[in-house]
């Protein structure tokens, strides 16, 4: 007998089912017991009448895996509309030990300790199951829209001998073999060679940062999208395409991930155009309505960010907004100077919900550029060899962002910390499951 | 003016088009200049004739990028069979030194290290390009599939305690802050844990080998392919799920990568069932057809790989071949033994064009199995705690396999060494670019 899904069996009324799955809930009332069971698909109801079948269920706890077959009898007060009268019950698996964390309520109700340290069984729960459905569409769509677009996916190393950003700083040491080598923080060097090769590249795949602090907003080993693109005409091309792939996004979400977003009762955005500011004019905004005197400073902080998204939604109808034009003193060295204005930088981030959900900026293309920039900040070029010599051999203009599926999944799903948005985060306390 | 990619030059016969890209080939012949430009799409013939445009282009050479100007002319010679006839070049980024390889040549004929070294340039190669298409077109068709069928991505961490498979051993290590941390060595652990979660997962991320050896077949870091699947009735689920992905992959490499697979020189195969022959068959079958005496050795060794793919390709018409029922003592603890048969397992590898590309088998799901399993192989569960722990919570009968993504390239495209298709390989001896 085939395996029924339990999200099909109200489709099956009348007819007998084998269902497979996990008892969710179970519950004695007289003679009988409801069984609520789990699977992929979902959960259905079931009730156990017989003697012999009552007397294998004796002992069990949730979360024993269980092979039940039965007939599936309309039942309006039931999940789906139906649930089966069971015949017969086998344990495919039994629970050896006591639950550390009760799964089958509404919510877990459990400190953020207690859900990281029992992430095999917590995961389990249908909100956090939830999370992380959400989070492999975000990353499916953000995939299918850059390969609809002529992007070609790479696979850049990690183990590294420097850091393209820092050359060493905040990055995780490595034992290779007898040399010294480090965690990848970025494939900033990698994607920018690979728009030499492909013009168009993405990559999905870890980054690592060594930054010893732990708040809600980082992670020490976090997804990293990244996508370059190389003859642009202008850093506004990168801008346009990223307000078609936020679109991309949520369309998809709509169309696949409708449910999850109830169940966690977070909002879903309408794609609205998305707003493009200058910092400067973030700043003197946020002066004028929030009494912020923050004019002239490099960046903004955590609650202007807050402050100017929510007024991003006041105005202009959507919680994101880009920003641009970062001075050039708090952006890395490769970033193209603004022509026009050469303290600014031509970069962006994009905000959503509060919260810094991507960076990126054209890129110097030429040679000489990087040589004059870097005399400039009085750099060094020692152990930026590699990322300079493919400059040498004629680099198109281009340039590209970069976003952290954690922070995009937990914005999206309004998670107080990102590391909700981590099966299995990593950070300066965590190192296991 | 918008630009047109060189593929579709020829569709603008008579018309003006703006073409971006490097100069791949530049010939002097008279007054005349020959180029060919090469943007992602593809080459095209440009002439340049005029006076102003050929003093441009004096004293450019090859990898130069450029933006041209020109009216397309059909010429039944040119590839496509149209050129441009250029009337203005601007050059958007020139090339500082000398090449260091000759990329526009029909092959390389460079040896390993010199294809390494200069990775930048010569990835741009046409045949280069080419291995990373097909490479991306099979990572992209890989994941699909198990979209399709139901099967949730998963992130799994890469900084781990200890390994699943040997607790330390062939891991590199890492300094985790205070702590000492390792790569993970596969996603062994979580891919379970999470199928405890979802049932149906799958993985595409990097994994670690700090294997202290330099071969054709092995690098240290390297994309692994990873799936699990639970609620298995046998281990021949695995089997059949793997023979429609191999076909899903070959239908998608057919449609998307013909021309990279014809210029590459490579057969892309016809799916065929895939025969299924236990250790001992293959082992037989090896001594009466190769005179090999290997009947009761653990494992093949690599020219019985390659035999016994022969032989494949001979008697059943395919260069794949599963060979199953591998001894215990040969694969990890957590492979479940055939109850039939207790010193062989329900695992299997999948041959291919002589050389293993996937690794899989049923595991053991239940507690008691595991514990009882350690004993009689006189392991101590020492390190294994966070492994063993998850299987006290209802863990149903599943299994899984990995494929290494830059092997399964090689063996597609009969490329030698499997680093020749890692854009950037890692060994024992190379940490760079």
Redesign the interface.
């Known amino acids: 007998m085939k395996?029924t899904l339990s999200s099909q069996v109200p489709k099956s009324i009348g007819k007998e089912v084998l269902v497979?799955g996990?008892i969710h809930k179970i519950r004695k009332l007289g003679g009988i017991n409801f069984l609520v069971i789990r699977?992929?698909s979902g959960l259905v109801q079931a009730i156990v009448g017989g003697e012999e079948a009552i007397e294998k269920l004796k002992d069990l706890t949730t979360?024993?895996?269980v092979k039940i077959i039965g007939n599936v009898v309309k039942e309006d007060r039931a999940p789906g509309g139906a649930e089966i009268h069971v015949t017969t019950v086998e344990v495919?698996?039994?629970?050896?030990?006591d639950?550390p964390v009760e799964i089958n309520k509404k919510d877990l109700n459990v400190n953020l300790d207690t859900l990281f340290d029992w992430?095999?069984?917590t995961?389990?729960a249908p909100k956090q199951?939830a999370i992380?459905?959400v989070?492999?569409e975000i990353?499916?769509a953000w995939?299918d829209f850059f390969?609809e677009n002529?992007f070609?996916?790479?696979?850049?190393?990690?183990?590294?001998?420097a850091g393209a950003e820092t050359g060493g700083a905040e990055m995780?040491?490595?034992?290779?073999?007898k040399?010294k080598?480090f965690?990848a923080q970025s494939p900033q060097?990698?994607k920018e060679?690979?728009a030499?090769?492909?013009?168009?590249v993405f990559e999905t795949?870890?980054a690592?940062r060594?930054e010893?602090h732990s708040t809600s907003r980082h992670i020490?080993?976090y997804?990293s999208l990244d996508m370059e693109m190389?003859?642009i005409d202008s850093w506004m091309d990168l801008i346009n395409i990223h307000q078609e792939l936020i679109k991309f996004i949520l369309e998809s979400l709509k169309k696949n991930a409708k449910a999850e977003f109830e169940l966690l009762g977070a909002t879903l955005p309408e794609y609205v155009k998305i707003p493009v500011i200058k910092l400067r004019e973030a700043q003197e905004i946020l002066e004028k309505e929030y009494g912020e005197k923050c004019v002239g400073e490099p960046d903004l902080e955590p609650r202007h960010e807050k402050q100017i998204c929510e007024y991003s939604n006041k105005k202009w109808g959507t919680e994101f907004i880009f920003i641009t034009h970062y001075p050039s003193k708090k952006r890395p060295f490769y970033t193209m100077d603004d022509p026009e204005s050469p303290e600014e930088t031509l970069s962006f981030d994009l905000l959503f919900r509060g919260l810094e959900v991507t960076t990126g900026s054209q890129r110097i293309?030429?040679?000489?550029d990087h040589l004059e920039k870097m005399r400039k900040r009085g750099m060094s070029t020692k152990g930026f060899e590699?990322y300079l010599?493919?400059?040498?051999?004629?680099?198109?203009?281009h340039g590209g962002f970069c976003q952290g599926?954690e922070r995009l999944t937990a914005r999206f799903l309004e998670l107080d910390n990102v590391k909700e948005a981590?099966?299995?985060p990593?950070d300066?306390n965590r190192?296991?499951?």
């Open positions: 395996r497979e996990w699977d992929r979360e024993t895996v495919l698996s039994p629970v050896k030990e639950l992430r095999p069984i995961l389990r199951r992380f459905k989070q492999a990353l499916s995939r390969k002529d070609t996916e790479i696979n850049t190393p990690k183990i590294v001998e995780f040491e490595i034992k290779y073999f040399k080598a965690l060097l990698y060679i690979m030499g090769v492909f013009e168009r795949a870890y690592y060594a010893p020490n080993e997804l190389g003859f293309h030429r040679y000489e590699d010599n493919v400059f040498k051999y004629g680099m198109p203009p599926l981590s099966l299995f990593r300066m190192l296991r499951p």
